[in-house]
């Protein structure tokens, strides 16, 4: 199961998602290139949300530049989840956001948590958190380990779950996930008011 999510039409072709790394000539674009993993969590969801799923690139730029000046991105630690869940509340009014922590889970209500959340249609945003051992995955046929970032997961079948970050598709096994989760990782989870 996966869900379409959004696309932005870049001048170099369509990305799956923003990628902060292009951001690095824009207003506060250093900031967000290298902390603003949490803002483009945000901004991607928002656009889902609103069923503005295919953007061109100008005003995807405008729409993120716009929302980092009002979310103070900090150097180190990005985005707190309660800074996420609150602009995401801001900017959708019809639906309700929460964080659950990793300690929260075991390794199967992390799985069945995801599962549920795509079921109902919403993509489930994840923050990794501080991890040493850095969190595997696979993206364009090529296996990297992540540590402090937010990415948003899009899909899942069996153990694999599809996520987007850097404006591409990657793959994870969410039990990797769970056993790799840091200290301060966890769930952000979307539900509809109606």
């Known amino acids: ?10 001048p170099w072709g369509e990305s799956y998602g923003g990628n902060q790394s292009s951001f690095q000539n824009q207003p506060n674009g250093k900031r967000i290139k290298r902390c603003g993993c949490g803002l483009m969590a945000v901004c991607d969801m928002t656009l889902f949300l609103q069923k503005n799923n295919h953007l061109p690139w100008t005003e995807y730029v405008k729409f993120v530049c716009d929302k980092a000046e009002n979310l103070g991105i900090t150097d ?5 989840p309660k800074k996420i869940i609150k602009m995401l509340a801001n900017s959708n009014p019809d639906y309700v956001f929460s964080f659950t922590p990793k300690r929260k889970f075991s390794e199967n209500e992390l799985r069945d948590t995801i599962r549920k959340s795509l079921t109902a249609g919403f993509p489930v945003i994840i923050r990794a958190g501080e991890n040493f051992r850095r969190l595997p995955y696979k993206m364009n046929g090529a296996v990297y380990r992540m540590r402090w970032h937010y990415f948003t997961v899009t899909g899942i079948e069996n153990d694999t ?34």
């Open 1 to 10: 199961m996966e869900i379409e999510f959004v696309k932005v039409l870049n």
């Open 76 to 80: 180190t630690f990005g985005i707190p």
């Open 161 to 194: 779950l599809t996520f987007c970050s850097w404006g591409r598709k990657g793959e994870m096994r969410c039990s990797d996930l769970y056993h790799f989760f840091g200290f301060t990782g966890g769930v952000i989870e979307t539900k509809s008011k109606k």
